[in-house]
């Protein structure tokens, strides 16, 4: 068999595992009795499912989604940043930098862009965001360039993947 590389690591679900990871996606606090009974299944083959799905690597974990703005985080900034020079040293030091940054949502490897990366990052308001940029942001070493957008409203924020694609 010719696998392509794309598809290397993939693993092969059938229609209950896509109702199984489609209603987990809605909500992950789902007991195994009421995801049981919303895909047809019985307790024990639904729970062995989910741990194969687990085991498998395609659920990485559970996460509650909190309200930014009920918890005063009301600035969402997307930050791009171009580095000095393009070496594998110092990508992996950015990277290990931003991930200490509970701020940073999301961080990308970009092209396409004048940049090459781009971050997600949540804060309070722009007092804090300027603080982050100014003490955090542009003190790593390697930042060349910072180009920041302002979030003014959020018009889809999902973390549910498309599963309409899966055989």
């Known amino acids: 068999?010719?696998?392509?590389?794309?598809?290397?690591?993939?693993?092969?679900?059938?229609?209950?595992?896509?109702?199984?990871?489609?209603?987990?996606?809605?909500?992950?606090?789902?007991?195994?009795?009421?995801?049981?009974?919303?895909?047809?299944?019985?307790?024990?083959p639904c729970l062995r499912r989910v741990k194969a799905l687990e085991d498998a690597g395609i659920i990485l974990r559970r996460a509650t989604i909190l309200d930014h703005k009920k918890l005063g985080l009301s600035l969402t900034a997307i930050i791009l940043i171009g580095m000095d020079r393009h070496t594998p040293e110092r990508f992996s030091a950015f990277e290990e930098q931003v991930a200490g940054y509970p701020e940073v949502q999301e961080c990308y490897l970009i092209t396409g862009q004048d940049a090459d990366y781009m971050l997600k990052v949540v804060v309070p308001d722009m007092d804090s965001y300027h603080e982050f940029l100014l003490n955090h942001i542009t003190r790593i070493p390697g930042v060349s360039g910072v180009h920041s957008s302002?979030?003014?409203r959020r018009v889809i924020d999902s973390t549910a993947l498309p599963l309409g694609y899966l055989a």
Not at 4 to 27: C, F, H, M, P, Y
């Open 150 to 152: 302002f979030v003014l």
């Open 1 to 44: 068999m010719n696998m392509s590389k794309a598809n290397k690591g993939l693993v092969k679900i059938d229609k209950t595992d896509r109702k199984i990871l489609e209603w987990l996606q809605k909500d992950g606090a789902l007991t195994n009795q009421e995801l049981a009974e919303k895909v047809g299944l019985s307790p024990s």
